[in-house]
């Protein structure tokens, strides 16, 4: 399975939740297995642990089913839900890469038995096999994304090919709760709080912006720069018209 190519993916991608529920055979999952053990943290010192499970483990809660689901753990420490993010997009963009779907699922919940079978706390499920349709598995066009327009997820002039990429990356409910503040040699990523409708989406904002990191470091990395994730001081320091200080890119 391919493990490159994903920028071009991240203009492709879309959440798929019609599946083929026939189970992928057990060299694809090995396969699969191999590579979430091999994805990178933003953190190293958080632990997580990343399980393929049955949707037996699964309480859908009106979700559709997935022949598979990757149940996600973590230790719980400071930044850990945003480590998760960055973590699992590579996951999301792996599958898209290799005609497979997925899918956050942040609506079902784990059974008992799946709780208990980690040290670590259960954190989000991602669902994923072959989608029903194959034809539906990619979008064609940017303008198929539902997604803010760049001027309203950032102030930064001369960055707009990295900041696209944050631009169309996933989120919980779809509420894209970023903004990225800076200049184009350092980003800060902020996040904003959802409004009065989306207000049960809070506890996924840490998550989506790691997905939105993760996203603009693959597209720096396209472009042959150097993408290092930092805790920039003075922008930790500060609020951002009421945005919350995530992390910053610092761009080589
Ligand atoms: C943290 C997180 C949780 C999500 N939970 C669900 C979910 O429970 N059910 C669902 O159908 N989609 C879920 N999604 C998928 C989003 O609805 C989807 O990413 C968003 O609408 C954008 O669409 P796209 O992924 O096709 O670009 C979740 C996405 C994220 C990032």
């Known amino acids: 399975m391919k493990k490159n190519k994903f920028y071009s993916y991240i203009f492709k991608r879309k959440s798929i939740r019609n599946y083929d529920l026939t189970p992928l055979d057990d060299a694809k999952l090995k396969e699969i297995s191999e590579y979430l053990n091999s994805l990178k943290p933003i953190y190293d010192d958080i632990k997580t642990e990343l399980k393929i499970i049955s949707p037996d483990y699964v309480k859908r ?27 699992l997009q590579q996951a999301d963009l792996f599958f898209s890469v290799n005609g497979l779907g997925c899918c956050w699922q942040g609506i079902p919940a784990p059974t008992k038995e799946l709780v208990g079978s980690s040290s670590l706390d259960f954190v989000i499920f991602i669902a994923f096999g ?28 001369g960055a707009d090919e ?24 350092l ?21 989506d912006m790691g997905i939105a990191i993760c996203h603009l470091q693959i597209a720096a990395e396209h472009f042959g720069k150097k993408a290092e994730i930092v805790f920039d ?5 500060n609020v951002h018209n009421g945005r919350k200080y995530i992390a910053s890119l610092k761009i080589k």
């Open 233 to 237: 001081k003075t922008a930790g320091a």
């Open 162 to 185: 990295l900041l696209e990429v944050a631009r169309i990356a996933p989120s919980a409910t779809n509420s894209q709760p970023w903004f990225f503040t800076g200049d184009k040699n």
């Open 187 to 207: 980003i800060h990523a902020y996040s904003v709080e959802p409004g009065f409708i989306k207000r049960f989406t809070k506890k996924y904002i840490p998550i």
């Open 61 to 87: 809660r009106m979700m559709k089913e997935a022949p598979h689901y990757i149940a996600v753990f973590s230790e719980v420490k400071e930044g850990y839900l945003t480590n998760i993010g960055y973590m």
């Open 130 to 157: 072959k989608p029903k349709d194959p034809r539906s598995l990619h979008r064609s066009s940017v303008s198929e994304f539902k997604r803010k327009s760049l001027g309203e997820i950032t102030d930064i002039a």
